[in-house]
């Protein structure tokens, strides 16, 4: 199967490659001995960490205090 550079250096990859890859939209590139490596990867949605914080009982004032006490604006 072929993949073609095009001058935007964007590639459309092969449905057969990508089959069973459903839903996946970002993938990892990374160079390996003169190949291109393609990872697929699902990055969290800004809904699933709010959820998750919320499960853990950390709320936006929490997070900003913590960030201004990184940032040592106490």
């Not at 001058?7 to 291109?36: A, C, H, M, W």
């Not at 201004?68 to 604006?73: E, G, K, Q």
């Amino acid at each position: 199967m072929l993949a073609k550079l095009t001058s935007k250096n964007q590639l459309t990859l092969p449905k057969k490659v990508i089959s069973g890859l459903e839903g996946t939209e970002y993938f990892d590139v990374s160079r390996e001995n003169g190949r291109i490596v393609l990872t697929p990867v699902r990055l969290a949605r800004a809904d699933s960490v709010r959820s998750k914080l919320a499960e853990m009982g950390i709320s936006e004032a929490d997070i900003s205090d913590a960030i201004s006490w990184a940032r040592h604006d106490r």
